[in-house]
């Protein structure tokens, strides 16, 4: 499966192509609803982690989240 | 629409690479790597983060990206995680119906960590995950990771669920978690014996583990016919003032192979 990946240098260009913005440090999409993780937690800017295929999962820069992205597959 | 195509439409015709299924995109400020080619050129540059901008926006209202998108911090992990899930789905998936969502997060991580290092993938990617293992999970992940390495999570953990099926069919589960967190509990105190481990190491292995204060038993796991022999003849040969008890649970493996679990079950300590 193609991978992006995006550094601190390109977070800003790849939020904006999401649709995503910042309302204080939490982000927001355009509709003003809160970005969450799978566990609803709200994700600030500077947690950003991406993106992953599936119903477009949010994640924090965080490998926890990444692990319960892969056990969540294993259904 | 094929991937391929997705991205041919986000990049255009302004680079002339060619991008697959496994292929990994690097977004820089002032530069693109597309696997081993590198675009340095500012004004191109610029114009692909245009394209990728333009390209994403137009899967607002979809289910899904056609690609996932993740900080480079996660990559080598994401990689690993990636690749194990494919390889090893239907063996994850009885590990993780029997020990739900938390505790198979070590495994992931530490069967992930095995594969890479079995696929001889760049050390520094070894690295990051070895320490990623340690601050996630920092009680067992380097134990789970050391039985796997050591071909006992295979060879004996999962056979042992079907064990546990045979002689424990009402409680299997329970039997299981129980045999696997003693493992991990009692770590220091389990010996494995492999082809090149000697009737007089088990010996000195058993001592050594004999004169730690308040330990309540010994396991000692083996895999196949002339190791279990060794295991035997060590055990006649062993000469302790300890006091103990000896049980011995023989099973064929998934794979066919003879297997042993010998319990040395300490009735007197001198502590």
Known sequence: ?75 | MPIEDVLAKLFGSLISVNVDKSSHIHLDRNFIQIDDKKITDLKKVKEIHKEIEDGLKEYADEETYPANIIHKDLFAEFRGLEALTIKEKESLKKLKEIFGEESIRPILLARSIHLAIEEKKPRIMIEKLLTQLDKDFPGDGKKILNLISAGYFDELIIPMIEICKRQHPENYNYKFKEFYYSLLQFFPTAIFVNNDTSIRKIISEINKRFRLRKIPYIRIHTIGKNNIKKVDEALDKLKTPTEYDVEKNTFTTNSGLSAQTSLLKISKNRS
């Open chain 1, 1 to 75: 499966m193609v991978t992006i990946t995006f550094n601190e240098s390109s977070k800003n260009m790849i939020i904006k192509s999401l649709g995503l913005k910042k309302e204080g440090e939490i982000l927001v999409d355009n509709s003003n609803k809160v970005i969450n993780t799978q566990d609803f937690d709200e994700i600030k800017f500077s947690e950003f982690g991406g993106v992953l295929k599936g119903s477009k999962i949010f994640i924090r820069n965080d490998s926890l989240e990444l692990i319960q992205y892969f056990s969540s597959l294993l259904n």
